[in-house]
């Protein structure tokens, strides 16, 4: 297979496989028939997801040291085992300790397997494209974000012909499967293909200069004011982009949207991720990353205004383009993390590297998701968490700025 071919097929098949792990987007179209069945509360089905992030996080960590250890492919197989695992697992609950029981199948076991496989994923595929990394990663990060929003409505429409334990286990099938079949396809490139690939095209300095290529570990990344940046911004918006998936197909709902309406709706939060992840790459390539993460910050401000116009104005028409928007933002600023990661700190290290990145969604996940799931229980409304996600816009748009002043 010619050099072309090979970036082309890595892109197509690393981009498919994200899809199918993008579900882990729509869990609460995914844990409906159980919510419905077991009766759990907003801030118990919240918490799944942030419990999920947390593992997908860990797995991203825990990737970088297994394949420097043993390689790229036991990784794969090991995500695939504990896919099939965790789904399986969550098809078998009953009774008081099912919410329990799935935050340990699903929750952990399910979302470390597609950490461990998304955080291979995404250097293989940059590792091919020294000279489009932006355009690369945002291609196939678009995958993953869309995942949820092409698959959740045909887990919504699964559920109508099939029991929910069996649609579970089908999941987990289908997921656990692609991943083994891409592990015998999906590999970095050898030096002598390395050797022939386009140059890259160096990283920008605040200045406007071309910055030189430097590879570096964790230790010194750490120590950069440039991470201290990035990290907050992610957070600010990683926040913003999972408060709003955590509590889900519960917001179009308190409209009194019915369940596929409400999984339809909610799907636009992951369409705007998929997009901003494509639009977020090409710019990133093109106009660097300042201007770009400026207009995320300002995107998720306006988004999560226009969410409380929805609700403030009962209008379903407007929720959806609320969460197009808000998707676009989170979308394109997850983009940033692969990309500043790369140019920033080079191709060495780049998974242990973008793992510790990363690890903002922890934090994210426990105040964007359960955090938001539990004030708007305390409240009775989810209007005074959207406010407050607004503001938490307005700040990710500060440190851009500052971040767009930043050099190396």
Known sequence: MNLRARRVLTLVVGTLLLLFLGLIYAYSVLMAPLKAQF????????????????????????????????????????????????????SLVDGPSALVVVYLTYGVLASLGIGLVYNVVIPVVTSWFPDACG??????????????????????????????????????????????????????????????????????????????VRDCGVAQMVGDRTFRLLYVFLFMLGSVGM????????????????????????????????????????????LGRGRTMVGMGLLSMVGTILLV???????????????????????????????????????????SNMAVVNTYSIFGAVLGSWGAGLLAERLGSFIPVLVIMAFMGAAGTLVALALAKSSR
């Open 39 to 90: 009766d759990w509360s907003v801030s118990g089905m919240t918490l799944i997801f942030a419990i999920s992030i947390v593992a997908f996080t860990i797995g991203n960590l825990l990737a970088g040291k297994i394949e420097s250890a043993v390689g790229v492919r036991p990784v794969y197989l090991l995500g695939a085992a504990l896919l099939l695992a965790g789904f399986v697992g969550s």
């Open 135 to 212: 355009m690369a990663q945002g291609v196939s990060l678009m995958g993953f974000g869309m995942g949820g929003f092409l698959l959740g409505p045909v887990a919504a429409q699964l559920y109508t012909v099939l029991a929910w334990r069996v649609a579970f286990v089908g999941v987990g099938v289908v997921f656990s499967a692609p991943t083994v079949a891409c592990s015998l396809i999906l590999r970095e490139p050898t030096a002598d293909e390395l050797a022939k690939l386009p140059a890259a095209v160096p990283a920008q300095s605040a200045g406007g200069a071309a910055a030189p």
């Open 243 to 286: 408060g709003i998936t955590g509590i889900g197909k519960e917001l179009p709902a308190s409209l009194g949207v019915d369940v596929l309406g409400a999984a339809f709706v909610i799907g636009f939060v992951n369409v705007g991720n998929g997009l901003g992840r494509l639009v977020a790459g090409t710019l990133l390539d093109r």
């Open 309 to 351: 116009l929805s609700l403030l104005g009962e209008s379903t028409a407007l929720m959806t383009v609320a969460c197009l928007v808000a998707g676009l933002a989170w979308g394109a600023a997850v983009v940033c993390m692969p990309f500043v990661t790369r140019t920033e700190w080079g191709m060495a290290n780049m998974a």
